[in-house]
């Protein structure tokens, strides 16, 4: 399927790793020049370097985009930009009783100021062409949280409010902003640690072993597989095309069918 990507300019913030990284792979594979962030520089060009030597179009940009200098220098960096994927985020481990109001305060820039920082600074541009994609990347946990971690999953719902209001002030302007919220992703970091506990509870030491044990006591689906990043890169890619003109305002999850279990 041809995406109608070629000559689009899309920049993914926190691209220089993880899901971040598969979405840039993704975008520049779909003929968008691609550019790829991150906090040091040489991170950031070591991923648009690999996407360069597959063929396809990528620059590096770098940032502290949780502060609004940093967010001003990549904005300024990375020029006129047609698609922003406000991907960047952490997920630091916390609990009601062990964090304190530094912990939520930094979630916030974290996770919800560094994507209002970029998409204030860029969808001015996107105004002015008629034309433009602004894609969340959230969490299930936005609309499911856990007692857990509950500043990253206030945060990450913040973006879920956010995205409806940026919807409605950008009706009628030719952007689309939309939510795509992942569950679970088998990310390399992902793996590494639910094979260690494989190993100590006897699960085995191969994921194809271990994965039916992590699905059953950690997180079930319906889909029997936790999803790679490019699963999820594909889906953010889809909403940032210009086939996906009739998508705006939606919280996207892609998560094998797990909220379903618990609703």
Same mark, same amino acid.
């Given at each position: 399927?041809?995406?109608?990507?070629?000559?689009?300019?899309?920049?993914?913030?926190?691209?220089?790793?993880?899901?971040?990284?598969?979405? *840039?792979?993704?975008?520049?594979?779909? $003929?968008?020049?691609?550019?790829?962030?991150?906090?040091?520089?040489?991170?950031?060009?070591?991923?648009?370097?690999?996407?360069?030597?597959?063929?396809? *179009?990528?620059?590096?940009?770098?940032?502290?985009?949780?502060?609004?200098?940093?967010?001003?220098?990549?904005?300024?960096?990375?020029?006129?930009?047609?698609?922003?994927?406000?991907?960047?985020?952490?997920?630091?481990?916390?609990?009601?009783? @062990?964090?304190?109001?530094?912990?939520?305060?930094?979630?916030?820039?974290?996770?919800?100021?560094?994507?209002?920082?970029?998409?204030?600074?860029?969808?001015?541009?996107?105004?002015?062409?008629?034309?433009?994609?602004?894609?969340?990347?959230?969490?299930? $946990?936005?609309?499911?949280?856990?007692?857990?971690?509950?500043?990253?999953?206030?945060?990450?719902?913040?973006?879920?409010?956010?995205?409806?209001?940026?919807?409605?002030?950008?009706?009628?302007?030719?952007?689309?902003?939309?939510?795509?919220?992942?569950?679970?992703?088998?990310?390399?970091?992902?793996?590494?640690?639910?094979?260690?506990?494989?190993?100590?509870?006897?699960?085995?030491?191969?994921?194809?072993?271990?994965?039916?044990?992590?699905?059953?006591?950690?997180?079930?689906?319906?889909?029997?597989?936790?999803?790679?990043?490019?699963?999820?890169?594909?889906?953010?890619?889809?909403? *940032?095309?210009?086939?996906?003109?009739?998508?705006?305002?939606?919280?996207? @999850?892609?998560?094998?069918?797990?909220?379903?279990?618990?609703?």
């Amino acid at each position: 399927m041809d995406l109608k990507l070629n000559g689009k300019r899309a920049l993914v913030s926190g691209s220089h790793r993880g899901t971040g990284r598969a979405i *840039a792979h993704a975008l520049a594979r779909e $003929g968008a020049e691609t550019i790829v962030h991150g906090f040091e520089h040489d991170a950031a060009e070591a991923v648009a370097a690999e996407i360069r030597a597959k063929g396809f *179009a990528a620059s590096a940009v770098a940032g502290d985009i949780t502060t609004d200098t940093g967010a001003a220098d990549v904005v300024s960096a990375a020029g006129e930009v047609d698609i922003l994927i406000n991907n960047y985020g952490t997920a630091d481990a916390g609990s009601w009783t @062990r964090t304190e109001t530094a912990d939520w305060i930094d979630a916030y820039q974290k996770n919800v100021l560094s994507a209002v920082r970029l998409t204030r600074g860029l969808m001015g541009g996107m105004k002015q062409r008629g034309w433009g994609r602004i894609v969340m990347l959230g969490t299930i $946990g936005s609309t499911e949280p856990a007692a857990r971690m509950p500043h990253y999953y206030a945060s990450k719902g913040a973006l879920a409010t956010m995205t409806v209001s940026l919807a409605k002030e950008l009706a009628g302007t030719g952007i689309t902003v939309n939510l795509v919220s992942p569950g679970l992703i088998r990310t390399k970091e992902v793996e590494e640690r639910f094979l260690a506990q494989g190993r100590e509870r006897g699960w085995g030491t191969t994921w194809e072993e271990v994965e039916p044990h992590v699905l059953k006591n950690f997180m079930g689906n319906l889909t029997g597989h936790i999803p790679v990043p490019e699963e999820i890169a594909d889906l953010v890619v889809f909403v *940032a095309s210009p086939l996906a003109s009739a998508i705006h305002a939606l919280n996207m @999850r892609i998560d094998g069918g797990s909220t379903a279990l618990v609703t």
